[in-house]
């Protein structure tokens, strides 16, 4: 078992899809261990989007994730942040496949609804970025 990051974006929060977006992570058999409501300030969604500092799209990004809640979980499930990555599908939701999270909900590459760690590492950066270890429910 292994975990990963995931958040709902605030498009994902504004637009009422939470509940939908959540009961699919949940039919696709991921374990949802922890899950909070946040707001992010300017700092904080910096910080997390780091990596990204210099691109073109990286202020309205912090612009977009400061603009509303997020709502970042903790993940279980075997291979879990490449599971994820596959089921949200591709940045933009034009090249994302059919049945995707971001193909189905995404209304552009920016506004995309959700967010995946993109490897075992930055899995775990991201959780302890959001959660404490004591915060994580041991389902085992
Ligand atoms: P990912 O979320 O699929 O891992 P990244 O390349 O890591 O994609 O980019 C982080 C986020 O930045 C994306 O999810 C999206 O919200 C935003 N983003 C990335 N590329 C663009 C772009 O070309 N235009 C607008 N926003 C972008
Ligand atoms: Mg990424």
């Given at each position: 078992m292994s975990r990963t990051l995931a958040i709902l974006k605030p498009d994902c929060v504004r637009r009422n899809l939470s509940g939908e977006v959540i009961a699919r992570i949940q039919k696709a058999n991921f374990k949802?261990?922890?899950?909070?409501?946040?707001r992010l300030s300017k700092q904080?969604?910096?910080?997390?989007?780091?990596?990204?500092?210099?691109?073109?799209?990286?202020d309205g990004l912090v612009e977009f994730?400061?603009?509303?809640a997020c709502i970042p979980m903790v993940l279980e499930k075997e291979n879990a942040f490449e599971e994820f990555r596959k089921f949200i599908g591709a940045t933009d939701p034009k090249d994302a496949m059919p049945g995707t999270?971001?193909?189905d909900f995404a209304e552009s590459k920016g506004e995309n609804i959700v967010h995946g760690s993109d490897s075992p590492e930055n899995a775990e950066r991201e959780i302890g970025f959001f959660f404490s270890e004591r915060e994580i429910v041991d389902l085992q």
């Open positions: 949802i261990v922890a899950l909070k409501m946040v904080a969604a910096g910080e997390f989007y780091a990596v990204h500092k210099g691109r073109p799209f990286y994730m400061t603009s509303g999270i971001r193909r």
